[in-house]
């Protein structure tokens, strides 16, 4: 057969004609890639160069320094030796449904009906699908920032962002009396603690006047015939907590919140296991019986080799018990030395500043660098890291912040200590020697 060469027929890379352009969805043109991996594929194409990076860009775990739980190893290869590698169903195999509704009950003391229960390829499909499934163009959806991919989310089903700004002040959680003034008209909250990027946590009495918040106003909307709101509550790091603040989940605070709550899990984060692609949704069962009407027909569920081993693990609390102390230990271990050598560095008047680790993987540090000679944005700020400290993060504008300047989120699960040894000390040059303000 001899070999058609059809590149002639497409565009350049570096362009696109107008009536290729005019030709796509209006969708597809206000879509915009993720702003954390372009800087992570950059930082990626720099290691593959030789150049010594200290990488913090992704929330993702390297598999040399956090391997996933020996058990789920093993029974992924039992399905798949033992033939489960037919399509599962659209909501996920019973065997896992199950067992995250007994999760459910030992872990948050909450008694849901299996058919609450939907199984997605990872978190992010459910959290796409709740917005799918709950929204109409143009409705509002309110949310803090920073915080991950919501304003993507709204991009895409043409919901109408509303940021709730935070601030260190606020630990980067939102006040209540901000989220009070967002409500009205609003049809969905979403909520994510431990945060991304910010690596804190929402206190549990805030987070219980929020709750009793939604239920005035959903009493009063049942009333007037209006259209309810819902609460999207991401916990997939509820696991990965340090120190005295303890997780909180609404329905468990505030009873009447399971009508009008969409808890997110998954494996990704807690078990090391992004790759793996395993999460599911708790919620009312309406909201899960259209969720998975979804998935039927975009396909978005977990490998079935995948959920039987998952299964496998959350019926074994004894093995989570075991994997998540080294787990959470290797993770408290990275952060507290990124912390501590910052703090140091903070101590003798060096212009950094840090939110102490709460939970999730990462931690929130502030370079007052920007505006200064050579230096005249993020942009040029996180540019100088790399390049003089070997350091590599993400500013909170990938993250729909724009305000909270100098901030940068530090994801440690891709880091050895070995790495944060070496990168600490040059990051103390840097900051010595960077330009002076005029």
């Known amino acids: 057969m001899s070999l058609l060469d059809v590149r002639p027929y497409f565009p350049s890379a570096e362009a696109t004609p107008a009536i290729e352009a005019a030709s796509l969805s209006s969708m597809a043109k206000g879509m915009q890639g993720s702003k954390i991996l372009q800087i992570a594929y950059a930082v990626h194409a720099r290691i593959k160069a030789g150049e ?33 590698t037919n399509y599962p169903p659209a909501d996920g195999v019973p065997e896992l449904r199950q067992a995250v509704q007994e999760q459910t009950r030992r872990e948050l003391g909450l008694d849901y009906p299996i058919e609450a229960f939907v199984v997605g390829s990872g978190a992010r499909p459910l959290l796409y699908g709740a917005f799918r499934c709950l929204l109409d163009p143009g409705e509002k959806v309110v949310y803090p920032v920073p915080s991950w991919n919501n304003k993507n989310f709204c991009q895409l089903v043409g919901a109408a962002p509303v940021p709730i700004q935070t601030s260190f002040e606020s630990n980067f959680m939102p006040e209540v009396e901000a989220v009070r003034q967002a409500l009205p008209g609003a049809r969905l909250l979403v909520l994510c603690s431990p945060g991304n990027p910010t690596g804190t946590m929402i206190r549990e009495a805030q987070l219980r006047a929020i709750c009793e918040m939604i239920v005035v106003e959903n009493e009063r909307r049942e009333a007037a015939g209006e259209r ?8 997939v790091y509820r696991n990965l907590v340090f120190g005295d603040v303890g997780h ?15 808890m997110i899990d998954a494996i990704s984060k807690c078990f090391a296991a992004t790759g793996l692609r395993v999460g599911w949704m708790v919620g009312p069962p309406f909201i899960a019986r259209q969720v998975k009407s979804l998935m039927t027909h975009v396909g978005a569920w977990a490998p079935r080799p995948e959920q039987m081993a998952t299964a496998a693990l ?4 004894e093995a989570m018990s075991t994997y998540l102390k080294t787990h959470l230990g290797g993770i408290h271990q990275r952060l507290t030395a990124l912390a501590d050598g910052l703090g140091s560095m903070k101590a003798i008047g060096l212009p950094v500043d840090l939110c102490a680790p709460e939970g999730a993987i990462y931690l929130s540090v502030r370079f007052d660098l920007e505006g200064r000679p050579g230096l005249p944005d993020e942009d040029a700020v996180r540019e100088y890291l790399l390049e003089r400290a070997g350091c590599a993060v993400v500013p909170f504008s990938a993250f729909g912040d724009t305000k909270s300047k100098g901030w940068f989120r530090f994801s440690v699960g891709a880091v050895s200590m070995a790495d944060i040894e070496w990168v600490l000390p040059r990051l103390r040059v840097a900051l010595t020697d960077a330009p002076a303000r005029s």
């Open 52 to 84: 010594r990076t200290a990488d913090f860009t992704v929330g993702d775990f390297s598999p040399t320094e956090f391997r996933v739980p020996d058990l789920l190893i093993t029974e992924t290869t039992r399905a798949l030796t033992a033939g489960q």
């Open 248 to 262: 909180a989940t609404p329905p468990s605070i505030v009873p009447k919140m399971a009508r009008y709550t969409i």
């Open 314 to 317: 959350l019926q074994n609390p």
């Open 228 to 235: 309810l709101l819902y609460l999207v509550f991401d916990q």
